[in-house]
């Protein structure tokens, strides 16, 4: 069956270093893969794209990797500030296109 | 910016009653879903529209049913609502360009209680 796996135990990390997440996935072959952040009790917000095609991408402080042999894509924070505390998702292209299927998302937490 | 509104940010209905939930959304997306958020469970899609009168069963339909009349509004209805129901609902919206590498822009939520 398909699924799509996140550390659903919270990160927890110190202000300045680098926030890994990682996203599995099994049984889909996305053509991309989105990065959402939700903080409590909002919707999602999106922040990145990255295409089957591409190995990674950046987006400021955000770099995000996408290995479609390892099925596997990580979210990386570097220089992570308090106001990066959130819930991180990933989402897969559906079977049908347009249609989104979410992981179960990995909150994260930076200590001053 | 992209606008996606709920009508309601909290809402508390009694076992049985039929409920609505509305979406607006302000930037022409052919594409609107509905979503509901359980801890431990994740987002998972009741329905999906990709056009107007037009949708699609997500993964988990069963006791709602949602309507499109208008291109900017998706409406989802509990006929009878249940306890089993208490969630978070979400709302989103996203444009169809070819090739489907398109973002979701989500509402604020309504926390629905059934008591």
């Known amino acids: 069956s398909q699924k799509i796996e996140q550390n659903s135990e919270a990160l927890n990390i110190q202000e300045g270093k680098t926030a890994t997440l990682t996203c599995n996935y099994t049984?889909?072959?996305?053509?991309?893969l989105q990065w959402y952040r939700q903080d409590p009790g909002r919707g999602p917000v999106f922040l990145l794209l990255?295409?089957?095609?591409?190995k990674e991408k950046r987006k400021e402080r955000l770099k995000v990797t996408f290995d479609t042999t390892l099925k596997q894509s990580l979210f990386h924070i570097t220089a992570s500030q308090p106001a990066d505390s959130a819930t991180y998702l990933c989402?897969?292209?559906?079977?049908?296109?347009?249609?989104?299927?979410f992981g179960g998302g990995t909150r994260l937490m930076v200590k001053p | 910016d992209v606008k996606v509104t709920q009508s309601s940010r909290y809402l508390v209905k009694r076992t049985g009653e039929k409920v609505f939930l509305e979406c607006v959304q302000d930037?022409?997306?052919?594409?609107m879903f509905w979503y509901r958020q359980d801890p431990g469970l994740g987002l998972r899609l009741i329905y999906f529209?990709?056009?107007?009168?037009?949708?699609e069963k997500g993964d988990i339909p069963e006791g709602y049913s949602v309507s499109r009349e208008k291109k900017e509004r998706f409406s989802l209805i509990l006929e009878s609502a249940s306890t089993n129901q208490t969630s978070m609902y979400l709302c989103?919206?996203?444009?169809?360009?070819?090739?489907?590498?398109?973002?979701?822009?989500f509402g604020p939520g309504t926390r629905l209680t059934v008591l």
């Open positions: 989103a919206s996203s444009t169809r360009l070819a090739g489907g590498y398109n973002e979701q822009f």
């Open positions: 049984n889909y072959s996305p053509a991309y």
């Open positions: 990255i295409r089957e095609n591409e």
């Open positions: 989402a897969l292209e559906g079977n049908a296109g347009n249609m989104l299927t």
């Open positions: 930037m022409d997306h052919e594409n």
């Open positions: 529209s990709y056009d107007v009168k037009m949708k």
